[in-house]
């Protein structure tokens, strides 16, 4: 096959998990082989679209900084300069991969010169109209640019203000199908400029007049108004041009765009309409009654987003533009289009948000909550009510309007309306009766909670459900996490809890009235689960559930069986009728209970469950007891899980055995910063005895024939949280830091245990262990698993940590009090062994530069101290030597001539040179530097 | 007024749902994560997308009766945006994806709320959702096409042209039209000539070859009717009229006209396409919701508008009508395993007798499967469908002079397999639903006249006008039973 198969594997396996694919490798050799795959004239137009996808989704994952941003547009640029004329889908696409780096990389903030050149590149490109010559083709390239600049406009809003002139006649021009993107363009320019401008103090005629005459550069000075340009109808305040000026030429180019508006497509009219509603807003010489020509259209229209810009326009100009009879007319088509059986069901429920936050002229509160507005009568919406035939979201979308607008009504009209209402849950819970689907039941159930609501407080209705909810369950136990759902559920929500405790004593009511044929095993577990939640409500007594409970046991074969389940979900029962305040009265029976149990049941664990909360019982007092149970540092989940029920059968306790993920930075790793003479080699005890010693090289080298011997580099990190990291992970325990490196440079490295990390406290100290094969720079790939304090484990990435060439560095591994002359012979010997050329991979080198303000022995005593052999100033010659494990050396020969420093290189590793090359180049900075290889 | 991703994930029964197309709009993120600020929330990676969708669509773990997650009662699916929410209990949540379920295939996209940080804002202050919306229409049409079924071949190949498609109507996340509907696109379309007329951005040429002026108006008509006195019988009407203008010219003038019989009653609650021109304000004064007063507009309904290119949608109406075309009444009754069945179907004497088809089913569901059929019809045929446990009833062009037709007899179920359940259809709650089609008929009265289409361009085109009325829903209930109730209208 060709060779677009694997880049189509690739680029697929890249854009379903960024992570994942880079997992393997770096985003900049991911990057460099994308661009380098660009430049390849073999390849064809669809394997280069598809290569800029890359760029054109996740351009902030492949160019992480604006410098890389930068590199990679120009990279982009030059294809793109490249690319034949008539490859058009391929050039639109760079072009859009370009925009999207520049702004993205925030080159195009920082006005950077590539985004100029990108800028002026697209404003030639919609200029160039001629191009016609090459056919239709060309014009989606223009069409392109214009949406370029536009998006470009968005982020740097006032970037084009002082073009308005230009983008005016362009679109005046403009005959083509392209004339809505050059309008588009035009209008937000136009809307920015005049928004800059409202933000000043004082505006004069000539000030306004300019904006719309404007043929100069790019505004780049305007980005002050950042992105915090927030559409009209979120800002408290509309900044607004003073009155007065004359804004004649304005209103005409209004008009035209007004007029012309129609040529566009229904979304671009919409966006357009509302570009000129808040240029309108903002300027006082112009009156909302310059769209009075489009209502009508508007009115009319079927398409939803026309609609919606009629909306904002009657929030933005309210009575000034729409009289009242507007109002009471829009909204009986709103009202109308939100059941038209021709509209489709997202548009209807949009429809349906829209009346219950509709614009009205005089509006009662202006919360931003739901609220219905005056003019929606029962009988206005009586073409909403819901009904059994409509789908889910239909139905609860009119539910909870209908509820609404029943809770408004007169008495005598809502009655019969909530009686509707009423009927319709009862048919839905027919429904239900009937083995409904699971949809049906959570459809319904979802219909009681919003009628319940609404209408908790009519107790004949809420009194009826109860009995209906019960005589329900009778039938299909199935439904008890339902009912257990909406009993916390309503309890949360309202501020008064009875009638979830009425069900739930109707409830436990129906279980103790179930002929036992119905207590099956399956049916039990069920029931078992209600009767925990029921033992919760401090207001039901429990007498009743202990007596089933013990006559179940009693009388089935349960105890036998031995079902460890079974066994805990009874205890789960008994567990919360420990923290019953009413346990003194239940006192015996409970006890007989779980002493029945300890004895009976036919499962260790649970024998031993039962008997430690019959001992709870009968030592501690209910005070003792509750506090006990509830313990746990914030109650919750790590309560359940330290006592009973500790098996999966809830959710939350699923979530427990899980371990979660979070694609967000939590921890991180911090370099401890040290003095390098503190960093002395850990393998220099046993050195006195060598004192006397003669042939030092002799001595140095036969140390490494103990294994293991200076093999290994400590760096040293403080393990903090990130800056923003979720008040949820402020304490985290049990961390299990793993490592990952990107190269096979390193030995593995083996996984780090920290007891824990708070926010607030000194970060703990962690030491890693690398085993250089070859010493060369790495990164190492963290990750970490850990438990928050309500007992969840998670798993998160922590910021890749960089070790650079010099952290690799030991002073030479020889006893600590070995004598600098020592030091000097050892150093000397294995200069000369690598200047001749012993061992093979040895070599010199030579590497200059200029002192500046810096004196050289500054610049001696900040990176080579405690490297350092000997140290002759007067002579003005330093030899420093790094010792880089395995069994790698650095010698450094470091003179001062008149006008330069000369650092004279040898190593026994040549491979190492061009790190030591870019080390001295980065210490020694921007001085002059000249390097000949010896 | 722009959208920071696009989604369209497959979903096969049993499966786990795949990420089939998906964009996302880096400037978009760019601003949305400037706007929101410490609220920032970013799109998880497409990998875990389709299981997040799929939870908030209910449509996970299907062998599960419950799961907190996707049943929890107070979560609230009544709006056409949800919230994704990820990291477990408690994470954070991305909102408002909008969402469009056909068949296997879910859209989705989340608009940019372009809010100050803070709490939620209401949908409508979003300018993005309504586009959004029209985009993901758009996107529907053109995936799946008129018919809403096509073929797996078919439909990934429209897949494969998305990026295309987007490079056009939505190259940076703000939508600039909505797709090409698939199977609509035209076939003789020549370059815009260029000139001083501008070309409108919804018609990519100008058409070439013979004028043509199709005008089609199709009403369809719902009833539910219940046979008793306590439950009003219900049946309303819509219709649309559907263009096809093959006229040359960069923008010519079309004008339809729609005409009601002296006494019809008005059209209401029009819509009509955005390439009307213009629109008098007593064409939209009438609208269902509202009491009617005799006095509204009954037209003539004059539409001027410029043609796209394509099939289009030029209005839409609804009407209210005296009397439903076909008026049943169903009777059902139970003996031991047996059931008794009446049925009487009367055509209105204002209906033309002239059908295209007309046929009755008459389902029974929660039964055994049907054993003896002994039933007898006055007109037509019947078929039995035994394993479906349904009587179709082939009433076939005409009704018989009287035009009244009855079926009567016994069904017996003597069979021991359970036929087809509906919860909704339990004891005698029965139906039975009619299928039929009249050409050159509406029900409203409502016609467009040939010679009342007015075409201004150089040739003279031919102009070709059809109508004709279609059942949707029509119900005729059981009236020995009880019934559901299908609409609010009838309580106050």
Redesign the interface.
């Given at each position: 096959m060709t060779i677009a198969d694997p880049w189509d594997q690739r680029i697929s396996a890249f854009?379903?998990?960024?992570?994942?694919f880079l997992a393997t490798t770096t985003s900049e050799s991911f990057l460099a082989e994308v661009l380098h795959e660009l430049r390849n004239d073999k390849a064809n137009d669809q394997l280069k679209?598809l290569l800029v996808?890359v760029l054109?989704?996740?351009?902030?994952i492949l160019c992480p900084s604006s410098s890389v941003g930068e590199e990679t547009a120009v990279e982009l640029l030059s294809v793109f300069s490249n690319v034949p004329q008539k490859s058009i889908?391929l050039k639109?696409?760079i072009m859009?991969a370009i925009?999207?780096v520049i702004?993205?990389t925030s080159c195009l903030a920082t006005h950077t010169k590539t985004a100029e050149d990108w800028l002026d590149l697209l404003f030639q490109t919609i200029q160039d109209t001629n191009d016609?010559r090459c056919g239709?083709s060309q014009q989606?390239l223009r069409?392109?640019a214009c949406?370029?600049l536009?998006?470009m406009e968005?982020?740097n809003p006032g970037l084009l203000s002082q073009k308005l002139e230009a983008l005016y006649l362009l679109k005046q021009q403009?005959?083509?199908?392209l004339?809505?993107?050059y309008c588009?363009l035009y209008a937000l320019g136009l809307k920015n400029a005049v928004r800059i401008l409202a933000k000043q103090k004082d505006v004069t005629d000539l000030e306004f007049k300019s904006i719309l005459g404007g043929n100069e550069g790019f505004a780049w000075k305007n980005s002050q108004l950042?992105?915090?340009s927030?559409?009209i109808?979120?800002m408290v305040q509309v900044p607004c041009l003073p009155p007065g000026l004359d804004c004649k030429e304005l209103k005409s180019i209004m008009s035209s765009l007004l007029d012309?508006s129609?040529?566009?497509?229904?979304?671009?009219?919409?966006?357009l309409l509302?570009e000129l509603v808040e240029v309108v807003a903002m300027v006082p010489g112009l009156s909302p009654t310059l769209f009075k020509s489009q209502l009508?259209?508007l009115?009319?229209?079927?398409?939803?987003?026309?609609?919606?810009?009629t909306?904002?326009m009657k929030?933005t100009f309210t009575d000034s533009l729409f009289t009242a009879e507007d109002e009471n007319?829009l909204l009986?088509?709103l009202?109308?289009?939100a059941q038209?059986?021709?509209?489709?069901i997202?548009?209807k429920?949009?429809y349906m948000?829209?009346i219950?936050?509709f614009p009205e002229n005089r509006p009662i509160s202006s919360s931003?909550e739901?609220s219905l507005p005056v003019l929606v009568t029962?009988?206005?919406?009586?073409?909403?009510?819901?009904?059994?035939?409509n789908d889910?979201?239909t139905m609860?979308?009119r539910?909870?309007l209908?509820c609404l607008v029943h809770l408004e009504a007169d008495e005598g009209?809502a009655d019969?309306?909530i009686d509707?209402l009423f009927?319709?849950i009862m048919?839905l819970l027919k429904?239900?009766d009937?083995?409904?689907?699971?949809?049906?039941v959570?459809t319904s159930?979802?219909g009681?909670?919003?009628f319940l609501t609404h209408f908790n407080g009519v107790e004949q209705l809420s009194e009826k459900l109860i009995d209906r909810l019960c005589d329900m369950y009778s039938r299909h136990s199935?439904l008890a996490?339902?009912l257990i759902?909406?009993a916390d559920?309503i309890q949360?929500?309202l501020d008064d809890p009875v009638w979830s405790v009425k069900l739930l004593r109707g409830l436990q009511k129906s279980i103790m009235e179930m002929p036992p044929l119905q207590l099956t095993i399956h049916n039990l577990s069920w029931h078992l689960k209600i009767l925990k939640r029921v033992a919760k409500e401090g207001q039901i007594t429990q007498k009743n559930t202990i007596y089933l409970l013990l006559n179940v046991l009693i009388n089935s074969n349960l105890c036998e069986r031995g079902n460890w389940q079974v066994g805990n979900a009874v205890l789960a029962v008994c567990r919360n009728l420990l923290e019953h305040p009413s346990i003194d009265q239940m006192f015996i029976e409970l006890a007989d209970l779980l002493q029945y149990i300890s004895v009976h049941y036919d499962d260790t664990d649970i024998k031993d469950h039962a008997r430690f909360y019959y001992t709870l019982l009968t030592n501690l007092s209910w005070e003792k007891l509750t506090g006990l149970l509830v313990k746990g540092l914030d109650g919750g989940r790590a309560k359940e899980r330290s006592h009973s029920a500790i098996i999966a059968e809830s959710?939350g306790i699923a979530?427990n055995l899980t371990v979660?993920?979070?694609?967000r930075h939590v921890l991180q790793l911090i370099k401890v910063h040290e003095k390098a003479s503190q960093n002395s080699s850990e393998n220099s005890e046993s050195s006195q005895t060598m004192a006397e010693a003669e042939n030092w090289l002799e001595v140095y080298q036969s140390q490494f024939q103990t294994p293991g011997f200076g093999s290994e580099v400590t760096l040293r990190y403080n393990l903090t949280h990130v800056k923003?990291s979720d008040p949820?992970f402020d304490k985290v325990f049990t961390i299990c830091l793993h490592f990952e490196l990107k190269d096979s440079n390193y030995a593995k490295v083996s996984d780090i245990h920290v007891p824990c990390v708070f926010k607030d406290r000194k970060p703990p100290e962690v030491k890693v262990k690398l085993k250089p094969f070859q010493p060369y720079p790495t990164t190492l790939c963290i990750s970490a698993i850990f438990t928050t304090q309500d007992g969840?484990s998670w798993h998160s990435r922590l910021p890749d940590v960089g070790v650079s060439f010099p952290e690799i560095f030991l002073p030479v591994p020889l006893p600590l009090n070995t004598s600098c002359e020592s030091k000097e012979q050892v150093f000397d010997h294995i200069w000369e062994a690598a200047a001749s050329g012993n061992p093979d991979k040895s070599a010199i080198s030579l590497f200059c530069f200029k002192t500046g303000d810096e004196s050289l022995a500054t610049l001696i005593e900040r990176h080579f101290q405690g490297y350092l052999i000997t140290d002759h100033p007067t002579e003005r010659l330093w030899k420093v030597l790094f010792f880089l494990p395995p069994m790698c050396h650095v010698l450094l020969k470091i003179t001062q001539a008149e006008d330069a420093v000369q650092v004279s290189v040898a190593t026994d590793n040549w491979e190492l040179l061009p790190f030591v090359n870019s080390y001295l180049q980065n210490i020694t900075d921007q001085r002059s530097t000249t390097v000949t290889d010896g | 007024m722009s959208i920071r991703a696009l989604w369209v994930v497959s979903h096969e029964k049993g499966e786990s749902g795949k990420v089939r197309f998906s964009r996302r709009f880096p400037t978009v993120e760019f601003r949305a994560k400037s706007l929101a600020g410490t609220q920032y929330v970013a799109i998880p990676e497409d990998c875990v997308i389709p299981q997040l969708l799929l939870t908030e669509l209910g449509l996970v773990d299907a062998d599960k009766p419950y799961v907190e997650v996707r049943d929890d009662c107070a979560r609230q699916h009544r709006s056409p945006a949800v919230e994704l929410r990820f990291n477990g209990p408690g994470g954070r949540t991305l909102w408002p994806v909008l969402t469009v379920t056909q068949g296997p295939l879910i859209l989705a996209c989340l608009p940019l709320v372009e809010a100050p940080p803070g709490p939620r804002p209401p949908l409508p202050s979003l300018a993005s959702v309504s586009q959004g919306l029209a985009l993901l229409s758009g996107l529907q049409d053109f995936l799946c096409g008129p018919g809403g079924k096509p073929e797996p071949d078919v439909q990934a190949s429209r897949l494969a042209a998305l990026p295309s498609v987007l490079l056009q109507v939505c190259p940076l996340g703000r939508p600039l039209d909505t797709p090409p509907p698939a199977g609509l696109v035209p076939a003789a379309v020549a370059p815009s000539p260029g000139g001083a007329q501008k070309q409108p951005a919804w018609k990519a040429g100008v058409h070439r070859g013979r004028a043509v002026v199709s005008v089609a108006l199709t009403e369809k008509v719902r009833s539910m009717q219940y046979g008793k006195s306590s439950q009003q019988d219900i049946w309303d009407v819509y219709g649309m009229v559907m263009c096809k203008c093959e006229v040359e010219g960069v923008l010519p003038n079309v004008t339809v006209t729609l005409t009601l019989p002296p006494n019809g009653s008005p059209l209401q609650d029009i819509l009509v396409h955005p390439c009307v021109t213009s629109l008098d304000a007593s064409i939209l004064t009438a609208c269902s919701v509202d009491e009617n007063d005799g006095s509204a507009f009954s037209g003539p309904y004059k539409f001027p508008f410029s043609p796209p290119l394509e099939l289009f949608r030029l209005c839409s109406y609804t009407s209210q009508v005296p009397v439903p075309p076909i008026l049943g009444s169903y009777q059902l009754k139970a003996e031991e395993n047996h059931l008794k069945v009446n049925v009487v179907l009367k055509l209105h004497e204002s209906v033309k007798n002239s059908f295209e088809y007309c046929e009755a089913h008459i389902p029974f569901f929660n039964q055994n499967l049907m054993g003896n059929v002994e039933v007898k019809v006055s007109s037509g045929q019947l078929e039995v469908s035994k394993e479906k446990n349904l009587l179709v009833w082939v009433l076939g062009q005409k009704f018989p002079k009287s035009r009244e037709a009855t079926l009567e007899g016994t069904v017996y179920f003597s069979g021991t397999v359970a036929g087809p359940t509906d919860p909704l259809c339990t004891g005698l709650t029965a139906y039975i639903k009619l299928y039929f089609r009249v050409p050159d008929l509406t029900l409203s009265g409502c016609s467009v006249d040939q010679h009342s289409v007015q075409v201004y361009s150089s040739a003279k085109p031919r102009i070709v006008t059809t109508r004709e009325l279609v059942s949707s829903e029509y119900y005729i209930w059981n009236s020995t039973g009880a019934a559901p109730v299908s609409s609010g209208l009838v309580v106050l």
């Open positions: 854009l379903l998990s960024p992570s994942e679209v996808s054109l989704e996740h351009p902030t889908v639109c696409n859009l925009t999207n702004i993205c016609f239709l989606a069409a392109t949406d370029c536009r998006e968005t982020c403009e005959t083509t199908v004339h809505q993107s588009m950042g992105l915090t927030l559409p109808n979120m012309e129609y040529l566009l497509t229904p979304i671009s009219q919409s966006a509302r009508l259209r009115f009319g229209t079927a398409d939803v987003s026309l609609m919606h810009a909306l904002f929030d007319f009986k088509r009202v109308g289009t038209h059986p021709l509209l489709r997202s548009e429920l949009f948000e829209c219950l936050h931003g739901e029962p009988r206005l919406a009586a073409s909403l009510h819901p009904t059994v035939f889910s979201a609860l979308c539910l909870n209908l009209e019969k309306g509707y009927d319709h048919a429904i239900v009937n083995d409904g689907s699971r949809e049906v959570v159930f979802r009681l909670y919003i199935r996490p339902n759902g909406l559920r949360e929500n959710e979530s979660h993920k979070t694609n923003e949820l969840r | -």
